[in-house]
DNA sequence: AGCATGACGAGGT
DNA sequence: AACCTCGCCATGC
């Protein structure tokens, strides 16, 4: 038993854990695809993939049940929602603004300020006053 | 059993 | 800035 935080990441596990991450960002805050692989076990370009598969095998559950798992809180390194394909970009950007949210012309938000690390616990509003 | 494809991201050209 | 390659795993045909 043991190691759960140390011993192997297994799919199964793996896929626990980006969920049980997802289901942790406040309101109004986001997270990346590469930054739930890092926290869950899978650093590197093909962990940010697998959580993105994660995410995906989730997609029709998480529209009708979307109060269980705030999904549309994840998006890509570059600030952008990574949904567009599966006709659903929209709804996501959507949902974010209603959190307060904005997103620029070339459908960006600022990661800088709105990206979720878990060590900020309980701080559930965008750092500005450290800016 | 093989092959394409899908909510990604870093590094190189 | 716009590509390309590679890493990674599940699923459907």
Redesign the pocket.
Known sequence: MANDALGEVT?ANFRQRVLALVARIPPGRVM????L?LLAG?P????????????????GK?QTDEEALP??R?I???GR???H??G?GDV?EHLLEAEGVTFDESGRCDLARLQWWPEEEGRDAPPDALL
């Open positions: 799919e990346t695809y590469g930054q692989a899978r590197g370009p093909g962990g940010a993939r697998l959580a993105g598969f994660v995410m995906g095998s989730l997609a998480a999904w549309q994840v890509n390194a570059q929602v990574s949904t394909k599966l659903f996501q």
